[in-house]
């Protein structure tokens, strides 16, 4: 059976993983699910149609499946999907979805997300990002596997930040982010890329002067986007690694930090 705390309210509804362990003042409701291996800490509130997956940590005080705050949204069935191994701390607050996007928001796998984060509703979270406190997210935002969001970072609705890019401390993102990317200032604007994170994550030298070299061309020649875009488009047959530039181009909706 799992190890519930004799305080904590659980809903008949809920469907909890045999070792599941839910602590002091926590709420679970009737549409969640957790999964094997999961921890709550104490007065942990998880509400919504939530599936939480396994070996996920979660903090004191986190809301998890809170109804988004969109005054759109009228009660829907809308959903959160949290995939494995998350660690949530204290006071993070994380959002269903709404019915004028697919009405759904997912976490990957193995985000490491600290304390006062907001994740506002539809948002896509990648896996293995980690996103510092106070980290603020608005509706719809999609974010890249191995992402970093410095603390006090603001990402308004709609943005994508692309896989292994980086924030600076309170970078303000209006414009889509491109991978490899590190942003900084209000308003974000473009500051090298995330060389020591692409060697940490197996980027070879040659690989990490290719992404460097596109990043002069996107952002150091004074070319027009169309212009840059086709120049890196050109090179990913043989730089394989630039398709994540082509990926992104193809996605990017808001336009780019320029």
């Known amino acids: 059976m799992p190890k519930i705390h004799p305080s904590a309210i659980i809903h008949d509804g809920a469907e909890l993983a045999a070792d599941v362990e839910i602590g002091p003042f926590c709420v679970i409701g009737e549409h969640v699910s957790i999964g094997a291996g999961s921890k709550l800490e104490a007065h942990v509130v998880v509400d919504g149609h939530t599936q939480i997956g396994c070996h996920n940590r979660i903090y004191s005080f ?108 309170t970078a303000a993102v209006a414009q889509d982010v491109p991978p490899f990317v590190m942003a900084a200032g ?16 197996g980027f070879n030298g040659e690989q990490i002067l290719n992404i460097k070299r596109a990043y002069k061309t996107l952002y150091r020649q004074g070319l027009p986007f169309t212009e840059a875009r086709a120049l890196i488009e050109a090179q990913c047959e043989t730089q394989p690694e630039l398709q994540s530039f082509a990926d992104f181009f193809a996605q990017s909706t808001r336009g780019i930090i320029r």
């Open 186 to 201: 209000n308003r974000a604007v473009p500051n090298g890329i995330n060389s020591e994170g692409l060697k940490r994550r």
């Open 62 to 169: 986190s809301s998890i499946g809170c109804a988004p705050q969109d005054k759109k949204y009228a009660g829907e069935p809308t959903r959160l999907v949290i995939g494995d191994g998350n660690t949530i701390f204290q006071n993070v607050t994380i959002s269903t979805g709404t019915a004028q996007d697919e009405g759904v928001t997912t976490i990957g796998n193995d985000n490491w997300i600290m304390a006062y984060v907001h994740i506002a509703h539809d948002c896509k979270i990648g896996s293995h990002t980690i996103f510092a406190n106070n980290t603020t997210l608005a509706g719809h935002v999609h974010i890249g596997d191995w992402v970093i969001l410095g603390g006090f970072t603001t990402v308004h609705q709609f943005c994508k930040i692309a896989e292994h890019a980086m924030t600076a401390f």
